[in-house]
């Protein structure tokens, strides 16, 4: 996210650029770039709208024509939701995410204007189309399309990288887990039928065994449990 770089093309809206900037901010990305704003920059309506990410939009760079904005990136993606009759690679929104992962470089994404988007010869100078998957329906504001694009990286990332709040449970803490449950069961003559109790073990172990993140205290809070109804 550090090193994405969102651009947009000629908006027509300083209310739309803060709004913009508050998306980026919300997700993570700092980085950016204005072309040719129709209002002219600085934006008083960009100031007020970004509440919040006022950082992101004094830092914003702005420049007079596209090619200028991302002459320093190395790969760039051009948002539209219009099919375009040119020899390129769309790809989702859902599934950008999973192509940046293998994709370690300076990148850009390039928003249109709020009336008529990017041109041919905008998108001529990207490496790819990307689309938001949507209904049939496909307008969406430029500071809403913004939000959703960041948010799919922001997601995979987070998905990936995000610490647990608690320690982890061990497989062998949820093993001795479950063997303090079948004893309990035992006790409490649960297993009514000797030949059916490997299958009911196996049904109980499944519940907990599909809960990937249970914690060392959930464990310890489960195992307390039984203790209080064993007395």
Not at 215 to 222: D, P
Request: with cysteine.
């Amino acid at each position: 996210m550090n090193e994405a770089v969102i651009i947009l093309v000629a908006p027509q809206m300083g209310e739309n650029i803060g709004a913009a900037a508050r998306a980026m901010k919300n997700f993570g990305f700092r980085n950016l770039r204005i072309v040719a704003p129709r209002d002219g920059w600085p934006n008083e309506k960009a100031d007020n709208m970004s509440v919040g990410a006022i950082d992101i939009i004094h830092n914003a760079k702005v420049y007079d024509d596209l090619s200028a904005a991302i002459s320093d990136l190395e790969y760039v993606y051009a948002t539209t939701s219009v099919p375009r009759d040119m020899n390129k690679e769309y790809v989702t929104s859902k599934k950008l995410a999973q192509e940046l992962a293998v994709r370690d470089c300076k990148f850009g994404i390039m928003f249109g204007r709020e009336n008529s988007g990017l041109n041919n010869d905008e998108i001529m100078l990207a490496n790819k189309i990307l689309t938001i998957d949507t209904t049939d329906f496909n307008s969406l504001n430029i500071a809403h399309a913004v939000a959703v694009i960041c948010h799919e990286i922001f997601k995979s990332n987070t998905a990936q990288h995000s610490p647990n709040l608690q320690e982890l449970a061990t497989k062998n803490e949820v093993a001795l887990f479950l063997n303090h449950l079948e004893e309990e069961l035992d006790n409490k003559n649960f297993f009514k039928s000797l030949d059916k109790k490997p299958r009911m073990m196996r049904n109980i172990t499944n519940i907990f065994t599909r809960v990937d993140k249970l914690s060392n205290a959930e464990i310890q809070t489960l195992r307390g449990i039984l203790k209080s109804l064993s007395n």
